[in-house]
């Protein structure tokens, strides 16, 4: 529903060089990636879950951490996939962004990847915090670190010496809009 929403508030942006549509194509890449990272906040509740299953499995010297983790991600790989697949092919069609060959994998993948990116963000807070309700508080003080260093709101060389030196460097969300 968000693909539809950004496509048509953005639809068909003309090519060419005015300062209106740089800031549409910017503020448009820039929402792309809040919606891939935002939208896993939704998944912190069952990730707490999954949490209380792992404590439950590995004292009972079921399994490990890395059979644990990697059960998980057979099954968010491909959801990610597809609704990373969907929302990127209504946008970047729907908005006109370049149609040169190639240009739609390249978005499609750093989106991709920003999610994973954003899922990790989740399940590291979900794995340790002590409680469900500090994971979700903790959650949107991470993901606003990596928006306020992603380079879109505050210009990166205006920050004062001592933010700039290692800020931008811990915000995956600077390096996916930067690819963008």
Known sequence: ML????????YQMHNGISSSLYTNRMALLFYCLMFIMFG???????LFKERLLFYR???ACAYGAVPFWISCWFFYIPLLFFNVLV???????????????GRFGFFF????????SGLFMCQLLAHTAPSAMTAMTLLPI?????????????YIPELSV?????????SYMRWGYQAL
């Open 57 to 59: 499995e590995r004292g």
């Open 142 to 154: 991470s993901f606003f670190l990596c928006i306020g260093f992603s380079g879109f709101i505050v």
């Open 87 to 101: 929302f990127s092919l209504l946008v970047y069609y729907m908005t006109g962004l370049n149609p040169a060959p």
């Open 3 to 10: 693909g539809l929403f950004y496509g048509s508030l953005y």
């Open 109 to 116: 993948c750093v989106l991709y990847l920003c999610s994973c």
């Open 40 to 46: 896993h906040m939704q998944n912190m509740p069952q």
């Open 162 to 170: 001592w933010l700039r030196s290692w800020g931008p460097y811990i």
